[in-house]
């Protein structure tokens, strides 16, 4: 028995003797006695229950308070956000609220030097979790490099660096290098933080590795954008009895709120399709997101890649899904100092926010772009098909303590209550290019 059940077990008797009828655990003479003492004892371990649940909760879950630099920052955020409400006449749209919030130069939380990634940050992405990750994607890669003449890898939104340093040697140590490895971040200090890393971890490598301020055009390799797609800013739209409506947000004392308004042609016409795909319409009082530059960056990518394949990870599901009744509050998710919530409007420039993607839609931008779905699984199905098992191999030479690390990280990796089931992976290809043999166990493309 767990030790700290043992000690709730043994509290809820000392509890229970305390109790005015003076029953105890040990004496019990009577079968009536038996029942008030098991009443009893259950009524004091579960006071003890919920007690050292509400102290797990007080102590773990209590929403943190921004340091004193951070919040000065977000207040800047705060005013620079109401001059661009009153410049739009008192409103803006929920997709131009979240475009400032992240990227607004000098005070975008994507570019105005937040840690973002890890214990000091506010979130963790997979190849943070373990250099695992990194690895069984190299050997993707590695698989489509072998494929084709002068392939190269680019990378959009590289993060803190961690995948592309992982991704590199690992294919070093494959003996399949790319010819280059560009890597495409819209964030400043995010690029300062990869070159550190990189020069670091890989600088034999690193003269393979250039910065690039947008796509290349007529490419040949490997594509990939970890976490990239979720941050990209949305539409936000109510349905009503008389039409689609456009969420925006406006001042709110010292705070935001939303409104709705008509919503624009477009928006309108996101939600048609969307509607026509269900066979339904969404009923009034629905509210959901559409991400319309979703569709505008695989209109690129599709200009981008001539031959090769396109890996993008991302937490999302198919539309009936993304779209289901139950889910009429929509996909926001924000990440404050490991805190996840759905509250977009608090904490401008301090928190990510994110939303869930379509990959449904995804894949029709993709095909609209000249480029196929060559896979699309869970990342617990992903990693597994991808040649987890050939990374774990060497793992019983590891001293006891690294083995115990990497356990929890693959368990992180692959557990359907952590990034296993919601995180997937959608490979797009063009030019003839190897379906990867990652999607060998699982291939949910049929299901979007
Ligand atoms: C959640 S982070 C993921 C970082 C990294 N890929 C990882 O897995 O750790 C999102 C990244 O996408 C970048 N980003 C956002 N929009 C982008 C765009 N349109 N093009 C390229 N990078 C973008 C951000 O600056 C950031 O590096």
Redesign the pocket.
């Known amino acids: 028995m767990n030790r700290n059940l043992r000690a709730l077990i043994v509290q809820a008797c000392h509890n229970s003797r305390a109790d005015p009828s003076g029953s105890t655990c040990n004496e019990y003479g009577s079968a009536g006695q038996v029942v008030v003492w098991h009443r009893e004892f259950l009524v004091g371990y579960l006071k003890l229950i919920l007690k050292e649940f509400t102290i797990h909760m007080q102590h773990d879950d209590r929403f943190p308070e921004p340091d004193s630099a951070s919040a000065a920052h977000s207040q800047r955020v705060v005013e620079f956000m109401r001059e661009r409400i009153a410049a739009a006449g008192g409103s803006i749209s929920f997709a131009e609220f979240m475009q400032h919030a992240?990227?607004a130069p000098g005070l975008g939380y994507?570019v105005a030097g937040a840690s973002?990634?890890g214990v000091a940050g506010d979130?963790v992405?997979?190849?943070?979790v373990s250099r695992v990750f990194g690895r069984v994607v190299a050997r993707q890669v590695a698989e489509v490099l072998a494929g084709l003449d002068d392939g190269a890898v680019f990378?959009?939104?590289?993060?803190?660096g961690?995948?592309a340093a992982d991704v590199l040697g690992a294919l070093n140590e494959l003996g399949v290098l790319p010819v280059s490895y560009d890597i495409?971040?819209?964030?400043p200090d995010?690029r300062e933080r990869q070159e550190c890393l990189l020069r670091d971890e890989v600088p034999e490598l690193m003269r393979l590795v250039r910065w690039v301020d947008g796509p290349p055009e007529d490419f040949t390799g490997v594509i990939i954008?970890?976490?990239?797609l979720?941050?990209?800013p949305v539409e936000r739209f109510r349905c009503t009895a008389d039409g689609v409506q456009q969420i925006c947000v406006t001042g709110h004392g010292d705070s935001f709120a939303t409104i709705a308004a008509d919503a624009p042609g477009i928006i309108q016409d996101a939600v048609a399709v969307i509607e026509r795909d269900l066979g339904q319409a969404l009923p009034p009082g629905y509210e959901s997101e559409v991400s319309l530059g979703l569709r505008e960056?695989l209109v690129s990518l599709g200009t981008t890649l001539r031959q090769g394949v396109a890996f993008l990870f991302d937490y999302g599901v198919s539309r009936r899904e993304y779209y289901a009744p139950d889910r009429d509050g929509g996909w926001l998710r924000c990440h404050f100092r490991h805190h996840a919530h759905g509250d977009a409007l608090i904490l401008p420039g301090i928190q990510?926010i994110?939303a869930w993607v379509d990959f449904t839609a995804v894949a029709e931008a993709a095909v609209a772009s000249g480029m196929e779905v060559a896979g699309f699984a869970p990342q617990a199905q992903f990693l597994m098909g991808g040649g987890l098992d050939l990374e774990l191999q060497s793992m019983e030479s590891l001293p006891a303590k690294a083995q115990l690390e990497l356990s929890a990280q693959v368990k992180t990796l692959t557990l359907p209550g952590a990034m296993g089931e919601n995180f997937k992976c959608m490979a797009l290809r063009r030019g003839g290019a190897k379906v990867p043999s990652a999607f060998r166990l699982t291939d949910r493309t049929h299901t979007l």
């Open positions: 992240l990227y994507y973002k990634f979130f992405t997979a190849p943070e990378e959009y939104g590289a993060g803190s961690r995948l495409l971040e819209v964030s995010l954008a970890n976490e990239v979720d941050a990209f960056w990510d994110t």
